[in-house]
């Protein structure tokens, strides 16, 4: 399985940036779905997640209401859309599949394949 994410770029405070996943080597309709970013000296931390077939989504609070995260299956990718950024957005952004259980969705240790990261920098 390889996770393939870009998208990554500078934009001002207020502005919207999509990243992209493409996914490829495996079948990832049994998989949930994730965002994860880690900025400069802190942990990384959940986004967003969905899994790939469909049902609940899930957002970390500080992105509530501004990023969508979705999938499009023709193309094997997923996006997370992000709307209304903020300098504190600022932070390398990773995409991840796994099998977590419904409580450990927000749990990097839970996810297994990972994407190379994608910078993503909110000027103030």
């Known amino acids: 399985v390889q996770l393939q994410a870009s998208g990554g770029g500078l934009v001002e405070t207020g502005g919207s940036l999509r990243l992209s996943c493409a996914a490829s080597?495996?079948?990832?309709?049994?998989?949930?779905m994730a965002w994860f970013r880690q900025a400069p000296g802190k942990e990384r931390e959940f986004v967003a997640a969905?899994?790939?077939?469909?049902?609940?989504?899930y957002y970390a609070d500080s992105v509530k209401g501004r990023f969508t995260i979705s999938r499009d299956n023709d193309k094997n990718t997923l996006y997370l859309q992000m709307n209304s950024l903020k300098p504190d957005d600022t932070a390398v952004y990773y995409c991840?599949?796994?099998?977590?259980?419904?409580?450990?969705?927000?749990?990097?240790?839970?996810?297994?394949?990972w994407g190379q990261g994608t910078q993503v920098t909110v000027s103030s």
């Open positions: 080597g495996g079948t990832f309709s049994s998989y949930t």
């Open positions: 991840a599949a796994g099998r977590p259980i419904l409580s450990e969705t927000r749990a990097s240790q839970m996810y297994y394949y």
């Open positions: 969905r899994r790939w077939s469909g049902g609940n989504i």
